[in-house]
């Protein structure tokens, strides 16, 4: 019998997203190109402006990525050595590196059972007299329990640094993220996340105006002047391209986030009874960055899907507190049951604005062929 091709369904459509701003982008870049002025200016200064109305800030200062957005907000709260940091372990390296790299200690917290986000009753265990800030992560896109959050660490005078790289436009209590009483909060525009630049690209919103002076300093070499310097900083910036992309992009976030929204929805709902998903956060709505489904059959559904050209993917496979990264910090496998059962079990699906309705409905077919 003749074998059947399938067309690759990849995890997102990067070139198909493109397409649709090609046409604005283009100039822009041109624009750009033309005027000399690589590195901040004004089309930097426009997309601040409009990013922090889309999250509803007061300020917002654009960096070179959601790594050093991180970095910055650390540096700017002068956290360093015989600090304690508390993250989850479920995270990209960035968000604990960033830590390590202040000369801090991140200390981790098991996650919530239902949310996979960081969990307030295991936070409360972690916190010590050396407990300066609290990153949770918002993953997926799924907004974390920030009133869980805040009440333990409001009256211990503990900044919280929202980690918000997958969730531009994401809600929590009907307010969208980065317009809750953090000290900061922040952004990734890596090309793969829903608001994504052609490179990388961050950044990092507050409403304390002294805050956003020193991350704007620190993230310029702690210039006051062209050669004068009142901070120690770093090349942080947002280059100007880069501002001038995603200020196009910008334009449609909300419409992108709301087809993602309807495609997670329609997997979540062909799927029920068959998948277990992660659960929104109560007062929560996600901005679907990426939708996992959870399975202790894991490995070998993601090899079966491949078998018809469908790719997926695992956010993320290895709990940071395992890690030979971060192994100097002298956790073990064990430590937090919830975390590693999760990392053994998500698999992220393809899920992005352009989808197909033929390519969902093919990804959900074959799901239901393997359990069934
Ligand atoms: C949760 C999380 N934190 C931090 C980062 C770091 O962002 P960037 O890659 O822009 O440095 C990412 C992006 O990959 C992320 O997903």
């Known amino acids: 019998m003749k074998k059947q091709i399938f067309k690759k369904i990849s995890l997102m459509d990067l070139p198909g997203q493109y397409k649709e701003v090609e046409k604005e982008v283009l100039p822009v870049v041109k624009r750009v190109l033309k005027s000399g002025r690589y590195v901040m200016g004004p089309e930097v200064a426009e997309f601040e402006k409009n990013f922090a109305k889309f999250c509803h800030a007061k300020y917002c200062i654009g960096t070179s990525s959601g790594t050093e957005s991180l970095l910055l907000t ?126 990388d690209a961050g950044a990092v919103v507050t409403k304390n105006p002294k805050l ?26 947002l280059d100007a391209i880069q501002g001038a992309i995603l200020d196009v992009k910008l334009k ?30 109560k007062s929560g709505e996600s901005a679907h960055h990426v939708v996992a489904v959870l399975t202790s059959r894991r490995d070998e559904l993601s090899v079966y899907l491949k078998s018809f050209g469908i790719e997926t993917g695992v956010h993320y496979p290895t709990p940071l507190h395992i890690q030979p990264a971060y192994k100097f910090l002298g956790y073990k496998e064990g430590d937090f049951p919830i975390a590693e059962k999760y990392a053994k079990e ?7 604005a352009h989808m197909k309705q033929k390519d969902i409905d093919l990804i959900i077919e074959k799901i239901r062929d393997f359990y069934l």
């Not at 372990?89 to 919530?112: H, K, R, S």
């Not at 956003?212 to 910036?237: I, P, Q």
């Not at 998500?346 to 992005?352: G, H, R």
């Open 74 to 199: 650390l540096m700017a709260l002068n956290i360093g050595l015989g600090d304690e940091v508390i993250t989850v372990p479920n995270t990209f390296t960035a968000t604990a590196e960033v830590i390590v790299l202040v000369g801090a200690t991140p200390v981790f917290c098991d996650i919530d059972p239902k949310t996979k986000n960081m969990d307030p009753k295991s936070l409360k265990t972690k916190i010590t007299k050396r407990t300066k800030a609290v990153i949770p992560v918002h993953l997926h896109g799924n907004p974390v329990d920030l009133d869980g959050i805040y009440k333990l660490t409001k009256s211990k005078k503990i900044a919280v640094i929202e980690d918000a790289a997958q969730a531009h436009g994401a809600r929590y209590k009907g307010k969208v993220i980065g317009s809750h009483s953090s000290e900061f909060v922040c952004f990734s525009f890596h090309p793969v996340k829903n608001l994504g630049a052609f490179g």
């Open 212 to 237: 956003a002076e020193v991350v704007r300093k620190l993230s310029n070499h702690g210039r006051e002047d062209h050669y004068f310097h009142s901070l120690v900083g770093t090349t942080g910036r």
């Open 346 to 352: 998500t698999l992220s699906l393809p899920l992005y």
């Open 252 to 281: 449609r976030l909300n419409k992108w986030i709301k087809a993602k929204s309807r495609w997670a929805g329609y997997y979540k709902k062909k799927l029920s009874g068959i998948c277990r998903f992660i659960e929104t956060t």
